[in-house]
């Protein structure tokens, strides 16, 4: 019988192939070797077309098949023979077992097909329900395989069906699992490996190892073959004959993976959970995935689960129950850090978002579940005292802001039902609350701490004089605890939590009954912007002069208040400063009870002063009604206190603005006396000083606070007068200065003032203010000689008088020669006596030269008379020759130098004794000799300080 033609079939290409090609091609051909080697040879992707062909090639192997099963009825060997003596129909055997295979697969790749996942179909419209058609429409859109059918038919089945399980195609390797059992069973382990971790075990729960409960091991999956009954030759003898005459099927299994052939037992099953479960969350973290994987095993009858499964359903809860920012999400969750937590931080975990409002939802929800289970585990290992529950939910509670606290408190009213409350014990619950208020650094949540306050419980101790000394000697005690130490820089709510466990209930009654009078006078300071930790009322229980810093802060920055713009205002503050006092009905004082009323009226008073409050403080003065019960004398005392803090702290000494300004009007609020009068006009005098910009040695304006601590005040009219060119033309002024400084009874300094006043004067060569200076003090310098002629204050106003009109007098640029003269004799008058030498000299020269000028103006009148015209110019001693006489020795004092350097020694010695100075600047005009001579003669500008430095 001759082949077909290429044309009939070699040329027919794949995508001509049809089931009429098939047969017209195929049918006419006689040789059934030959047609079912092409059909096993030929392969398509269209099903219809496949299994034509393989039935077409099924077909031409079935005589072959019945030829060689009734040549065989004696066994393997008659077999071997017949497949030997006729190759042809063991060729045809071989390909009949791949057609079988072939068919198989064929059918199982049609019901893949249909069994592609949820997600891989088109959507469905809401109509298809009811359309009788959905059935057709379906099968015709169904989704393809991620195999081809080629691939499905020849790769080995264990490869296709690993791929189908990596992409999800959970149905179809279930369907291959039941048509294809035998070959799969073994490999079933290796097959649930490529299923992705993140899958949902749900989805494929029919493929996962269950436990058989009768035998303690493994179940077998239930087998739904294609044929229930093997063909002959796939009967193990047949395929090992033409295994042996290499008639073999090539499609070989792969055998590269282990396999299980036995069912596993109970022990491996739960390893391999374990196991899969950890995988699960160390590659996906999908702690979800990992608990039904969890509950699935539990419910196929997996042992020692239990623990596993409640780990992964606390941790579940974590993970997806608990309000999450979206920018703070755990990605990194796992059993091994689960493990490793402490209790206390899983319900931090827990409990890390919660807000006032959730927290107590969340801990019934999340947190006692998991504190149950902690607590069970203990019991089950032993630990019957453990407590842990407690433990851990109030070391909680101890560390959370107190918004979080007052809302568990609220959960745990006395008055609520004992299982609905999350702190159970009225004394743990006292205990916490006292911890976590005095733990607390809050300045501004007083409204939150009473209402952790009211949801206390509250007991009827029969309280004796003894319970109450040791309820208070623990108060003391604690306050004592929570004062920072080197040991201990800050005293937290579990510090305190320890301190407060072993109270008894009387002390712990006592407790409460102080913590309501702290919270008290806590919103009274917090009220005034003045407010302090809860623990500084401990801390302060027996600290006098910590209560006495506060009230001060509350008097002075409660005055600086918006609030307080009225009288009725200050008197609500003063009102709440007297009640912080006073003595309430448990005997309790508050902040500032251990300060006096009459130290708190102080205290308030001078805040008032200090923030310029004076209108309101005259008006409290005067009221009838008024609580400030000081005496004069105190309020007169607060006054100056407050002007002058408020003096010191000025930044400029101008009483116009400012704090200056403030100092000045503080002296107002009380009646004027001598000492306030004397403090306004030392006010007065630093404004005037400060109006001559007096520079200190750092070349910056004197500060007031300067002022007043310079002890001799003198030299602040030396700077005045140095610094000003005209200050000495208003002696009255420069006076009145002096007087306002605090010097007005100071005789011996008014003489200095003048002295001053006059060589300012003789510097500017302004004679006739020089003399009026010098010739009013020694008007004062005679006045006092003549009433106390003994006195210290005498003697020292003399020296600096004579030695005034000493250097006056004997100024030779000076020409009224009677005022010189008059000067020089008051000198004279007022010098000691080992001082007239030298100035009777001067008076006598000084003496001579009026003689000459007089004859020489007498002379010249006489010759005017007789010709008509002046005496010759030479007759008249020039300058230069009076100065010579001027300087001649005296006769008495051959050794010493000439008078003025006499005179010049003299005043040097004086000068020692004098307690004033002028800073000025040092001269260093040299123009003629004039200014030379003036420089030499003018004594007393070094006498007070005129060529020193400031």
Partial sequence: MPHPSPTDWTELGDEDLTAEAIHDALDPVKDDLWVAAACVDRLSNDTTVQRVLLEMGLERTNMAKNRSQAASTDGGDAILSYFQELPADARLCAIRAVILLRLDRLNTYVEICKAAPDDMQGPKDAWEDDDPWVEAKQTATLAEPPIPLVSFLTDPLLRSTRLLASYEWFAAVKIIFDRHT??????????????????????????????D????????????????????VEQQEVKTVLADLNFSSPEAEDVTHSCRADPTTADELEAWYKNRIELVLETSGMVDVALELVQHAA?????????????????????????????????DWTLERWHSLHPLAVVRAYLQYSTPSTVVQDLWRLVMPYLFVVESRAERAGDLNSDIRNRVLYDYILGVPLDIAAAIFEASKPILPQAQRIIQNNEDMARLALACLYGSDSLDEWSVMNSIFECLPAWDVNKDDNDEDAADMTVVSLGQYVTPSTTRPHCTASDLFIFFRP??????????????VHLESGEILSRWSVAAPLRWFLQSNSNVPEQRRWANRLARR???????????????????????????????RGAFGLLSQDEILRIFFSGLLNNGNFSIAKTLLRSRKTKISLSAQSIEDLCLSCSRELYDNANSGNFTFG?????????????????LQQEKEFIEATSRLSSFNIMSSRGTPLTPIEIRLTKDRLSLV?????????????????????????????????????????????????????????????????????????SRETQEASEVCWVACFQLGRQPEFDDMEKKLGLLGRALEICPPEQLHDILAAWRRLENEDLDSRKERLSSHQDLKANGRPKSRGIVPSLAERLQEFHLPSPQLLNTPDAA???????????????????????????????????????????????DED
């Fill in 213 to 232: 409960s009768s035998t303690n091991n493994e179940k077998f999956l239930e087998a739904n073959l294609w044929r229930q009954n093997l063909d002959w």
């Fill in 182 to 211: 035998t070959q799969l069973w073994p490999h079933r382990f290796v097959v649930l490996e490529s299923i992705p971790e993140h899958a949902n075990p749900s989805s494929y729960r029919e493929l996962l190892p269950a436990l």
């Fill in 503 to 516: 109270l008894p209930l009387t002390s712990l009654s006592r407790a409460l009954d102080i913590l309501d």
């Fill in 558 to 588: 409660g005055s600086t208040d918006d609030k307080l713009t009225s009288l009725e205002d200050w008197e609500w503050l003063l009102e709440d400063m007297l009640k912080l006092t006073s003595q309430g009905e448990n005997g309790l």
């Fill in 299 to 331: 419910s196929q009858g997996i042992p020692s689960l239990d623990e596993l499964g409640e780990d992964l359903s606390l941790l579940s809860r974590l993970i997806y129950d608990v309000t999450q920012d979206g920018n703070d999400v755990e990605a």
């Fill in 659 to 675: 704090d200056m300004k403030l100092a000045y009007e503080c002296l107002d609020v009380p009646p004027l006396s001598e000492r």
């Fill in 718 to 790: 030396s700077r005045v007068l140095s610094s000003n060119n005209d200050a000495y033309k208003h002696t009255q002024v420069i006076l009145d200065l002096v007087r306002k400084l605090g010097l007005g009874n100071d005789v011996v300094a008014e003489v200095k003032t003048l002295a001053m006043l006059a060589d300012t004067a003789l510097q500017a060569e302004d004679f006739v203010r020089a003399y009026e200076a010098s010739q009013q003090m020694i008007d004062t310098v005679l006045n006092l000689r003549s009433m106390h002629p003994d």
């Fill in 901 to 947: 350097a006499l005179a010049s020694r003299t005043f040097r010695s004086v000068a020692a004794n004098f307690p004033f100075g002028i800073n000025r600047p040092q001269s260093v005009s040299q123009e003629d000799e004039r200014a030379s001579s003036r420089l030499l003669s003018k004594g007393i500008g070094w006498l007070i300080g005129a060529d």
